[in-house]
DNA sequence: CAGTATCCAAAGGGATACTG
DNA sequence: CAGTATCCCTTTGGATACTG
């Protein structure tokens, strides 16, 4: 029993995991804008304010920024005339797709499931 | 091709989805609320707001409130003296469980990775 | 124990206009 | 196109106290 860890401490890990994963990705709109970019690939500012319903310009530059410091998406600066500015996911940020496709097959159950009622 | 499904199409509807998730999960302590119930099976009103770091009775108190309405969990009264509330999923919230194992393992690899950085 | 009620400051976030 | 700036109302949510 001593060298199994103790199931209350494994929650209580479980628990601060998901938080952390919380700290990065909640709000009303991040996974949302990180599934834009992951199911396109590359994703540019304007197109990813049409894909995310609802968001304003003021919201979007925003919580792109914040998705930027925690290295989740990659800004890329395309010398086009005028500028466009590409989005995508790093590396780390990728990691992200199985949760982002889960997210997608739950929501389209979730809806039967609603609206089934 | 004309008798596929366009993949623009089928990405508007991934994106839809993956709102209609968020509709229902998004907020600062959704997640974190279902994680605490899932993990222990059973949870009452004051284990949650110890499980969960930050959170408020107040605001405990409506998103616990909110996750019902949305038939993801289920709130039971025991008879105690005095009176205990048992919180537990239903068979829809049971659904969330692959999501809060992928942000529980996500947590821990994105602490690693921010640390390790 | 499991909440509710009230007060109030701070943050969120839309609308609109503007910039390089 | 890709944002930034400003105005200003709305929502969030902590602190504290109270109820059955």
Redesign the pocket.
């Known amino acids: 029993m001593e060298c199994t860890v103790p199931e209350k401490e494994q929650h209580k890990k479980e628990m601060m995991a998901v938080q952390d994963s919380m700290d990065v990705l909640s709000?009303?709109?991040k996974i949302a804008i990180i599934s834009s970019i992951c199911y396109y690939n590359k994703r540019?500012?304007?197109?990813i304010?049409n894909d995310v319903v609802?968001?304003?310009?003021?919201?979007?530059?925003?919580e792109?920024?914040e998705l930027e410091v925690n290295k989740l998406i990659k800004?890329s600066?395309?010398e086009t005339q005028?500028?466009?500015?590409?989005?995508t996911l790093t590396d780390h940020g990728k990691t992200l797709q199985t949760i982002i496709n889960n997210l997608t097959d739950w929501g389209i159950e979730h809806r039967k499931k609603i609206i089934g009622d």
Do not use: E
């Not at 540019?44 to 197109?47: A, E, H, P």
């Open positions: 709000g009303k709109w540019r500012f304007s197109d304010l609802g968001i304003s310009n003021k919201m979007l530059s925003k792109l920024k800004r600066v395309l005028p500028i466009t500015v590409q989005y």
